[in-house]
């Protein structure tokens, strides 16, 4: 499979024969099919489906597809990491091999030219949406995620990318025919669409609003910021100056008073047991986790950082 975008090339500006038109009618339909709320109305059911379903998508794209699988930063069952990557490809954003290989990449050239969405090197509509609508970026260069394909069943659902969602959507209808005071069209409308849609731009909102505008405690190379908005519908992943200074802890609320609810939800999981040697900077004041939690300190984490950015780049020329 050829790379979205080839080592020490720089990603062009979206033109009109650039356009995936499959993708770009689908985002606007999806968009025009949340317009049949004011049709269906709403009932608390359907609110409730809407909000559990939004949750569960963005659970499984900041703890599975970025914090287990994009940066490695705790350790789990191969049961528990599908579990993680399939509610992360609920939200149809494509397979984790594909998210995964992007956000490494764009980690090794954040807002620069060579960084496939950024918002500082081109613009804040190109940074949130223009990217993900060009044919260009429909493969990813897979040789970024060796170590994940290593797994087959993470190869499966890479392929399958459209399961989990076709199964979610099942699921609403499910719902909407069982439960009273609701409808399959109403749970739907609710529970699979608007939900996907606010999926989309609370993801799509790290990329550009994070990169634009907030606060900036650390100096790091690109230009993330911390966003308390992004944050609040993201489950802290607009901590994200945080994160960039440290890409190897899995919380990236560096203050008791920034409240990462990924993390929060990470020291549950640690303490039933189901994740372990989950990997924090020493600087923060945590929860203790006794043997499940491996603290370490700032120039830890960056160093594991480098070595894994030292191996991509290895295994990328290798792939060459």
Not at 18 to 32: C, E, N, P, R
Not at 96 to 117: G, I, K, N, Q, Y
Not at 162 to 171: F, G, N, Q
Request: glycine share 6%; net charge positive; aromatic share 12%.
């Amino acid at each position: 499979m050829s790379p979205a975008v080839p080592r020490g090339e720089a990603v062009e500006a979206i033109d009109g024969f650039d356009l995936s038109v499959l993708g770009t009618w689908g985002m606007i339909l999806l968009h025009l099919s949340c317009l049949l709320a004011f049709a269906t109305g709403v009932s608390r059911a359907a609110a409730i489906a809407c909000f559990l379903v939004y949750c569960s998508r963005i659970f499984g794209i900041t703890v599975g597809f970025h914090r287990c699988l994009a940066h490695r930063t705790f350790r789990t069952s191969r049961t528990f990491q599908f579990m993680l990557a399939w509610f992360g490809t609920s939200a149809m954003q494509r397979g984790p091999l594909w998210f995964v290989a992007l956000h490494r990449a764009h980690h090794r050239h954040a807002d620069t030219e060579l960084d496939v969405h950024s918002p500082v090197a081109r613009s804040l509509w190109w940074g949130h949406i223009g990217w993900i609508l060009c044919r260009r970026f429909d493969e990813a260069e897979l040789g970024l995620v060796r170590d994940l394909s290593a797994y087959p069943e993470l190869r499966w659902l890479d392929r399958a990318f459209l399961v989990p969602p076709a199964v979610t959507a099942l699921v609403c209808a499910a719902c909407g025919f069982l439960l009273p005071g609701t409808s399959v069209l109403q749970m739907l409308v609710w529970g699979f669409a608007i939900s996907t849609v606010l999926s989309y731009h609370a993801t799509f909102a790290v990329n550009s609003i994070a990169h634009r505008y907030g606060s900036r405690p650390f100096e790091t190379k690109d230009n993330s910021r911390n966003n308390w908005l992004v944050a609040a519908i993201m489950m802290g992943e607009g901590f994200h100056n945080n994160h960039h200074r440290f890409p190897a802890s899995a919380r990236f609320g560096c203050e008791r008073w920034q409240i990462d609810i990924g993390y929060c939800v990470l020291w549950l999981l640690a303490k039933a047991g189901f994740v372990w040697d989950v990997r924090v900077v020493r600087p923060v004041r945590l929860p203790v986790m006794s043997t499940t939690t491996t603290a370490v300190s700032a120039a830890t984490a960056m160093a594991a950082a480098e070595r894994v950015a030292t191996s991509a780049e290895r295994v990328a020329a290798t792939a060459e």
